[in-house]
């Protein structure tokens, strides 16, 4: 039944019952009618006639329905907001005992307007630090267009996957057979780790074949655990080119991305990350610089180069960085239910 035919026959009902009231009452019963056709709207009369109702919040038979809201998987952020892309620039010096001291002159770079720009800046500050003559690491984790970028920026530095990151696909992939928090799970990531570590990338392959043949073919929860194994392999697989732990730690180099990772607190999440803060790109990029310059240690030197560019201007007018008109925030994609 449509909404005006709904509509109608309940008026028919509401009169059918006052009719009997307010017959023979002339102009009286016709007012009486007009206000009982208002007051039909209101809940109780509503449910008396059988008329279900339908509220503004699409709600049925005066049940209130609850927002969906996606339930979070571990492992899965709480924000779907546009990422920065941070990298760090640093020194390691050898000294004549042969050890390593460092990081040392480290140097944070952020943007929001894609890893290109950034790749650019690390470039130029690489170069100013020997990049080409002096022996260079570049580390990163598992995305793609980083080590695209790699080829295309730094193809002279030997490359290395981040080792906690690539740690936690072998979690992952051990967690398929093995239940969380047993000693067997820890004992078979504990073997990967070693093998990895000295260079035998076809031993951990071959380990993780077994777990494979050890996951049946049909059964609850079966497809997620050939899913997540077979993803955790790829991983392994598709940057086994990168995997140089053998190599670096025999020079006591760097094999793990901590530095990136401890700046991006300090440099994003403490200014740009809080609570309930909403930002548009052009602002947002201009505040991450600033925070760069803080957390470099450059403040000083950043606001003396400001002043030095303006003591021959008559006044102290500084163009505006974003523009008049109002700019809109940025709009994440809602994740599907």
Do not use: M
């Given at each position: 039944m449509g909404r005006e035919r709904r509509w109608r026959f309940a008026q028919r009902r509401l009169e059918e019952l006052l009719l009997p009231l307010v017959r023979g009452l002339g102009p009286t019963g016709r007012r009486v009618l007009r206000a009982a056709r208002r007051l039909w709207r209101l809940r109780g009369l509503r449910r008396h006639l059988g008329f279900r109702q339908r509220s503004r919040l699409g709600l049925l038979d005066g049940r209130r329905r609850q927002m969906q809201k996606v339930r979070r998987k571990k492992g899965d952020k709480s924000k779907n907001a546009r990422m920065a892309t941070v990298g760090v620039v640093y020194t390691l010096r050898r000294l004549p005992d042969g050890s390593i001291e460092g990081p040392i002159h480290r140097r944070v770079i952020g943007t929001f307007e894609g890893p290109r720009v950034l790749f650019r800046r690390l470039a130029r500050e690489a170069r100013k630090r020997g990049y080409g003559s002096k022996e260079t690491v570049f580390l990163a984790d598992g995305a793609t267009h980083l080590w695209t970028m790699w080829k295309e920026f730094f193809p002279k530095a030997t490359p290395c996957l981040d080792w906690y990151h690539l740690c936690e696909y072998l979690w992952k992939a051990g967690g398929?057979?093995?239940?969380?928090?047993?000693?067997?799970?820890?004992?078979?990531?504990?073997?990967r780790e070693e093998e990895l570590r000295s260079g035998d990338v076809d031993a951990t392959l071959a380990a993780m074949e077994e777990l494979r043949q050890h996951i049946g073919r049909s059964g609850p929860g079966t497809k997620g655990r050939r899913e997540r194994l077979a993803k955790a392999t790829g991983y392994v697989e598709n940057h086994r080119d990168y995997l140089n732990y053998e190599e670096l730690l025999a020079r006591d180099l760097d094999i793990a991305?901590?530095?990136?990772?401890?700046a991006e607190k300090p440099v994003v999440g403490a200014r740009l990350d809080g609570s309930g803060m909403r930002w548009c790109l052009q602002r947002a990029e201009h505040v991450l610089?600033?925070?760069?310059?803080?957390?470099?240690?450059?403040?000083?030197?950043?606001?003396?180069?400001?002043m030095l560019r303006h003591e021959d201007l008559r006044t102290w007018k500084i163009p505006r960085v974003t523009p008049h008109e109002p700019m809109k925030p940025y709009k994440a994609k809602k994740k599907a239910a």
């Open positions: 398929t057979v093995h239940k969380e928090g047993t000693d067997a799970l820890v004992t078979w990531v504990r073997r991305t901590g530095a990136i990772e401890g610089s600033l925070r760069s310059v803080v957390v470099n240690a450059d403040w000083d030197v950043f606001c003396e180069t400001v």
